[in-house]
Every structure is written in structure tokens, then in C-alpha cells.
């Protein structure tokens, strides 16, 4: 585990999140089951301005899937982050086809979001980039398999749309209150 950007009480990165194991059990549950996930597509869902002029994602809310627990334990108690008063954690996995991505937003309501990475191997040419913005301009972090990005609310985030024309990009939300 690799602290590799930090705006201090705001965005943390972190590389090889979870141990070699852990990523590779949830990496392969969802890449060989991806066809009888029961994946809904956001439209209609989301607010529309998250969506518009963009594909919107494909996603599906899981809950009580064992690997997902080891992951929002981690998150909940890492050493980079100290979450404060988190009563409420859901889980939920994103699939970006090509063209997929989100228009910028504050997540709401929710005190944190989380995005752990899925994919493997990611091409820096395939898009999927996680953008942000503060009083210091606008940046991004591009997506790397077995990471996970945690933004406190309000800061203003978005998803680049992705660029490939074959492999998605996958990643699972982690929502705190």
C-alpha cells in the first residue's frame, strides 16, 4: 500500500490497496461473472446532468459480497485517512463502456466517495480519467488496476469518458455517511 497523492482532508490515491490476493479474488469475481451482473444503466436514474452529452455508466448496488468486506474495512480504517463518524457504507460497481464517463459533481449528501480500481492493465490512451478541482486549479489521476482514490465531500470531481473501444473500465464505488 502506496500513498502516491495527497490534498491533506481532502483526495488521497493509493496504489496496491489491497494485497495481491484480496485484488486479484475481486478482480476475477467480477471480470468472469460481468455477464450475469445484473448491470442497470444510470439513465433515468442520476440526475441527468451528470450525463449529459455523455453514455451513461452501467452500475449495479451490491451488498453482502464477502471480498467487498476486507475492501470497506480498509477503507474505513486506513493509516492515510482518518474517516470521522461513518455510519453508512454502500458498495456498488461501475462499468464505463466506451464513451461512458460523469460530468462534474460534489457528491451530495455523502461525506466521502471512494473509487477502487478493477482493471488490470489500463492504457493512458483509453480515457476514465478521475478529474478534480479546488482553489488550486484542476487536476486529474489517471486510472492504475488495484488503487483506490477517496475524495471528501464536497470537492468537485468528474470522469473523463473512456476511450476504448473494447475493454471497459470497472471500477466499485464505496458511498460513506
Not at 104 to 119: E, L, M, P, S, V
Request: hydrophobic share 35%.
Amino acid at each position: 500500500m502506496k500513498l502516491v497523492y495527497s490534498i491533506p482532508g481532502k483526495i488521497w490515491c493509493i496504489h496496491n490497496f489491497l494485497d495481491y490476493n484480496a485484488y486479484k479474488g475481486i478482480h476475477d469475481a467480477i471480470i468472469k461473472e460481468r455477464k450475469k451482473i445484473n448491470l442497470k444503466t444510470t439513465k433515468g436514474l442520476w440526475n441527468e446532468s451528470l450525463i449529459t452529452n455523455i453514455n451513461p455508466p452501467d452500475r449495479v448496488q451490491v451488498s453482502n459480497y464477502e471480498p467487498f468486506d476486507k475492501l470497506k474495512t480498509l477503507v474505513s480504517h486506513n493509516v492515510y485517512f482518518k474517516l470521522q463518524d461513518v455510519k453508512y457504507m454502500s458498495t456498488t460497481i461501475h462499468y464505463m463502456k466506451k464513451g461512458a464517463g460523469i460530468n462534474w459533481h460534489n457528491d451530495g449528501d455523502w461525506k466521502y466517495g471512494a473509487t477502487y480500481y478493477i482493471n488490470r492493465r489500463w492504457n493512458k490512451n483509453w480515457g476514465g480519467e478521475f478529474m478534480f478541482s479546488n482553489e488550486n486549479g484542476f487536476s486529474f489521476l489517471p486510472y492504475v488496476g488495484n488503487s483506490l482514490v477517496i475524495a471528501k465531500a464536497p470537492i468537485e470531481h468528474k470522469v473523463n469518458p473512456v476511450l476504448s473501444p473494447i475493454i471497459p473500465r470497472i471500477s466499485v464505488q464505496i458511498f460513506m455517511k
